[in-house]
């Protein structure tokens, strides 16, 4: 018996990880990777309800998993990933070849917050493919966020001046990739230095890109560095921030789609 509840258990949480906006008739379909870190981990169950929510109000068919194992299957079904605060630390060869062949494919990538981050050197076609490094940051502060591209739908939703906390990573280009920002944030609105004991952090001057885009391989890259905490996957203007950039690398509707 103990048996059979763990089997009804385990298959109640497969058919659970997707959800179908209308039975295969949505408009495309997601993946949306969020691994539980130690820093990253309440966000998790606040994230998923949101998701399913936009799932059905946009009508697209939605998988979520913890899994970084599902790169090492099919994805070319999916019109794009969303790299949830997951870590690519956390990947192993298979998974980064899947990835790898999935944007080689003309796949898509929607890049989020704490999957920014990569160990330095560790998979330089990740920095590439995300197109800047991670340095730094300060403690979470609240600070003034402009738009870079009005053009982009990640901002249609947002005020010229957005007051928003959040963690302000500052970044390198070590490759020489070229982006398009969306959102920057006004280091004049916050301290940059602000950071823990035996940290330094100087911040990045005017040039501090938060979101962008760009076209990597054969797809297109999306890439927030907001959403930290888990009570920011409520937020309307974050999250009409996230689908806009989901729906940009799924579709490549918007005047900045193209290179």
């Known amino acids: 018996m103990k048996k059979a509840v763990q089997a009804l258990a385990a298959a109640t949480a497969v058919a659970s990880a997707h959800l179908s906006a209308h039975a295969g008739d949505g408009q495309f379909q ?6 539980p870190t130690k820093y990253h981990y309440e966000y998790i169950p606040v994230a998923r309800e949101s998701f399913e929510k936009l799932a059905k109000l946009h009508a697209f068919e939605l998988t979520w998993t913890a899994q970084p194992g599902a790169f090492e299957g099919d994805l070319s079904r999916y019109a794009a990933v969303v790299l ?13 070849a899947g990835l790898e062949r999935y944007m080689k494919a003309g796949g898509n990538a929607v890049v989020v917050h704490r999957a920014i981050i990569s160990k330095p050197g560790l998979w330089p076609w990740y920095e590439k493919l995300v197109g800047r490094s991670f340095v730094i940051h300060p403690m979470l502060q609240t ?70 885009w760009h076209m990597f391989e054969k797809g297109r890259v999306f890439v927030t560095a907001l959403g930290h905490n888990a009570a920011m996957y409520r937020d309307e203007r974050y999250l ?11 579709k490549g509707y918007g005047a900045s789609s193209k290179p």
């Open 143 to 212: 600070a003034v966020v402009t738009k870079t591209d009005v053009d982009h739908p990640a901002t249609f939703g947002l005020p010229e001046r957005w007051i928003w906390s959040d963690e302000w990573y500052e970044f390198s280009n070590p490759h020489g990739v070229s982006v398009h920002p969306v959102l920057a944030v006004d280091e004049r609105s916050y301290d940059p230095t602000k950071i823990w004991p035996g940290q330094v952090a100087k911040g990045m001057g005017a040039d501090h890109p938060v979101s962008w």
């Open 240 to 250: 009409d921030h996230l689908w806009g950039g989901v729906w940009w690398a799924a």
């Open 84 to 96: 949830l605060n997951s870590s690519e630390e956390e990947f192993n060869e298979a998974q980064r």
């Open 30 to 35: 997601l993946l949306v990777l969020a691994m």
